[in-house]
């Protein structure tokens, strides 16, 4: 075995030599001066001062030299190294002082600033007169019934003795679903609410049936593909039109005030007879057709003293049947409105699109009752 090979001392030896070194150790402050955040300076300290960094790297390899150029060499690394971690500790300091500094301008809450003059939401009108509706008749004893938005043509249609080729289908422009051989259509009134109802229950009946319906018209002023409807029905014995005349009535002046009662005109559903258009006296002019000056028309009914509101009828024995209902030993009525409608001349409103543009400011006019 040979000793320590003592003559031979490469202390010229790369990257040990002095050069090598200085521009290690320099090229470390600079990257460390460079760091612009602590983020960074991690980066900087893994590869100029980690393990694996050139400097790290030469350390290692101080042990594999001859003794003096182990000491030379390890004098100019740990000074190097020694410089860096200093460096390194140096610009630790500033940056997290400097983190800290913006951290306190970032997140600073200013106690100032007013804490009750959050708004509030508001309820939306459609919404609010909804249950304002269902509560009127709820008070009667009446209960509120609901059904999908999604709906079987034969509840929509059928059941209601509109069959496929009854002329009045066409009036309610309808949105089919895919695939058609299923014949399921987004309801295009709230009617078939009427026929789950006395499918699943026996009478007496009396529901009240808000919600949304479905048809395919143009977007504009006083049309929506999607709008609202409010059902009413009951099937009991002995139920006459007197019985239906006297619950519109009421459910008029619950909604516009005393007085405001209904008028029928004769009309068709196929799903009544006899059926009837509902008008209301005019709440404004009180069915004088006359402005309040009394110079002209009446505004809101345009000078008519009545308002068209909805349609009714007593319910037709061929809709009884069609929902297992005994036609011999019950009678029943229906009617149905328009919710958007009611608001809108309720409230002026000209444009049946405010009600679903969502606007806040809107709905607020109605005011914020929770
Ligand atoms: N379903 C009708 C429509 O959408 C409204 C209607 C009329 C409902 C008469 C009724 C009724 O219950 O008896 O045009």
């Given at each position: 075995?040979?000793?320590?090979?003592?003559?031979?001392?490469?202390?010229?030896?790369?990257?040990?030599?002095?050069?090598?070194?200085?521009?290690?150790?320099?090229?470390?402050?600079?990257?460390?001066?460079?760091?612009?955040?602590?983020?960074?300076?991690?980066?900087?300290?893994?590869?100029?001062?980690?393990?694996?960094?050139?400097?790290?790297?030469?350390?290692?390899?101080?042990?594999?030299?001859?003794?003096?150029?182990k000491k030379d060499a390890g004098m100019r690394i740990g000074q190097a190294r020694a410089a860096v971690n200093q460096a390194m500790a140096a610009r630790q300091e500033v940056l997290e002082a400097e983190a800290e500094a913006q951290m306190l301008v970032t997140e600073t809450v200013d106690v100032t600033l007013p804490w009750d003059r959050t708004p509030r939401g508001a309820r939306h009108p459609i919404t609010m007169m909804s249950e304002r509706i269902a509560d009127i008749f709820v008070a009667m004893g009446w209960e509120v019934a609901e059904g999908p938005l999604v709906e079987a043509e034969w509840l929509n249609f059928d059941a209601l003795n509109l069959g496929a080729d009854h002329p009045a289908r066409t009036m309610q422009d309808t949105f089919w679903t895919e695939p058609a051989e299923n014949h399921v259509v987004l309801r295009t009134h709230t009617s078939p609410v009427q026929a789950r109802t006395m499918l699943t229950r026996t009478p007496p009946i009396y529901v009240v049936c808000p919600g949304r319906v479905f048809r395919t018209d143009e977007y504009d002023a006083t049309h929506s593909p999607m709008f609202h409807q409010v059902e009413g029905l009951v099937v009991d014995e002995g139920i006459t039109m007197a019985h239906l005349k006297g619950s519109l009535d009421h459910f008029a002046q619950a909604v516009f005030g005393e007085g405001i009662t209904t008028r029928f005109r004769p009309s068709y559903f196929p799903f009544t007879e006899p059926s009837a258009e509902v008008d209301l006296i005019c709440f404004v002019c009180r069915g004088t057709g006359q402005n309040e000056v009394g110079d002209g028309s009446c505004r809101t009914c345009r000078g008519e003293g009545w308002i068209e509101w909805g349609g009714c009828g007593v319910v037709n024995p061929r809709v009884l049947v069609a929902c297992g209902v005994d036609p011999e030993r019950y009678t029943g009525f229906a009617f149905g409105m328009g919710i958007d409608r009611t608001l809108m001349f309720r409230h002026g409103v000209d444009d049946l699109r405010s009600f679903f543009e969502g606007d806040v400011r809107f709905s607020r006019a109605f005011g914020t009752e929770i």
């Amino acid at each position: 075995m040979s000793g320590p090979n003592n003559s031979y001392d490469p202390v010229q030896v790369t990257p040990l030599g002095e050069e090598q070194v200085v521009a290690m150790r320099d090229a470390a402050l600079a990257a460390i001066a460079g760091a612009v955040d602590l983020e960074a300076l991690k980066v900087v300290r893994s590869d100029h001062a980690g393990d694996r960094s050139p400097l790290g790297l030469a350390n290692r390899e101080i042990g594999a030299l001859p003794p003096q150029a182990k000491k030379d060499a390890g004098m100019r690394i740990g000074q190097a190294r020694a410089a860096v971690n200093q460096a390194m500790a140096a610009r630790q300091e500033v940056l997290e002082a400097e983190a800290e500094a913006q951290m306190l301008v970032t997140e600073t809450v200013d106690v100032t600033l007013p804490w009750d003059r959050t708004p509030r939401g508001a309820r939306h009108p459609i919404t609010m007169m909804s249950e304002r509706i269902a509560d009127i008749f709820v008070a009667m004893g009446w209960e509120v019934a609901e059904g999908p938005l999604v709906e079987a043509e034969w509840l929509n249609f059928d059941a209601l003795n509109l069959g496929a080729d009854h002329p009045a289908r066409t009036m309610q422009d309808t949105f089919w679903t895919e695939p058609a051989e299923n014949h399921v259509v987004l309801r295009t009134h709230t009617s078939p609410v009427q026929a789950r109802t006395m499918l699943t229950r026996t009478p007496p009946i009396y529901v009240v049936c808000p919600g949304r319906v479905f048809r395919t018209d143009e977007y504009d002023a006083t049309h929506s593909p999607m709008f609202h409807q409010v059902e009413g029905l009951v099937v009991d014995e002995g139920i006459t039109m007197a019985h239906l005349k006297g619950s519109l009535d009421h459910f008029a002046q619950a909604v516009f005030g005393e007085g405001i009662t209904t008028r029928f005109r004769p009309s068709y559903f196929p799903f009544t007879e006899p059926s009837a258009e509902v008008d209301l006296i005019c709440f404004v002019c009180r069915g004088t057709g006359q402005n309040e000056v009394g110079d002209g028309s009446c505004r809101t009914c345009r000078g008519e003293g009545w308002i068209e509101w909805g349609g009714c009828g007593v319910v037709n024995p061929r809709v009884l049947v069609a929902c297992g209902v005994d036609p011999e030993r019950y009678t029943g009525f229906a009617f149905g409105m328009g919710i958007d409608r009611t608001l809108m001349f309720r409230h002026g409103v000209d444009d049946l699109r405010s009600f679903f543009e969502g606007d806040v400011r809107f709905s607020r006019a109605f005011g914020t009752e929770i």
